[in-house]
């Protein structure tokens, strides 16, 4: 494998379940991203991990808890979601520095549609 | 408040150029960001600027003028797989990256 990868691709979940979203990146990166892209809008980000440690959190509802085990993983826990939270769920990764983040590099995204 | 502003949707001909413009107004700027998304696929990075002029990488090439918050991405000898969505970014003073909604070109033959 190589790049950036999430699973599952397709996700239909009740208002009542819970899941995990799951990303992996092979690039050596060490700060992995969640980001939520709605139709017609601007990629919203959700959380950043740097070097495992959470340095952004954008006004999350709390129903959405990332988990970052180490620096090739990342997972989004879902818990009681909303119809409105129906999106593609971006992962990307990228190099941090002194200087700040580098270019990011995403995955493929999970299509989540919540009844 | 911070804003990127790029036009949503864009028709071009297979074979012709076409320019995708970005205006922005950020919290300070460290480079400006195009990305190409396929529907259904993960954004890929296409280009990055950080100093005032052109560059170029193949068929594509982006503008950056940091004086009037503007850059434009140039698509040349258009190609039917260049249907896609193009996204402009910009990483502000606080390394935070500002995103466009997007500008979805279709490519007619």
């Known amino acids: 494998e190589t790049g950036v990868t999430q699973t599952p691709r397709h996700l239909v979940m009740g208002m009542t379940n819970k899941k995990s979203l799951k990303c992996e990146q092979h690039l050596g990166h060490n700060a992995m991203y969640w980001y939520k892209q709605s139709a017609k809008k601007p990629l919203e980000l959700m959380f950043v991990?740097?070097?495992?440690?959470?340095?952004e959190n954008n006004s999350v509802p709390s129903r959405f808890s990332p988990e970052c085990p180490n620096s090739s993983h990342l997972f989004l826990h879902l818990h009681t979601l909303q119809p409105e939270d129906s999106a593609l769920y971006l992962c990307?990764?990228?190099?941090?520095?002194?200087?700040?983040?580098?270019?990011?590099?995403f995955g493929p995204g999970t299509r989540l549609l919540v009844l | 408040g911070q804003n990127i502003d790029q036009p949503t949707e864009m028709t071009a001909t297979e074979g012709a150029i076409v320019q995708i413009n970005c205006t922005y107004q950020?919290?300070?700027?460290?480079?400006l960001f195009w990305y190409q998304q396929h529907a259904g696929e993960a954004p890929t990075f296409l280009s990055y600027?950080?100093l005032d002029g052109l560059e170029e990488k193949g068929r594509f090439s982006s503008f950056l003028s940091r004086s009037k918050g503007y850059s434009y991405l140039l698509l040349k000898e258009l190609q039917m797989k260049d249907s896609a969505s193009y996204l402009c970014a910009v990483r502000d003073s606080n390394y935070q990256l500002i995103w466009g909604a997007g500008t979805k070109l279709i490519i007619k033959p």
């Open positions: 990307a990764s990228s190099t941090a520095t002194s200087g700040g983040w580098e270019t990011q590099y």
């Open positions: 950020t919290s300070g700027f460290n480079g």
């Open positions: 991990y740097s070097l495992e440690e959470r340095v």
């Open positions: 600027n950080v």
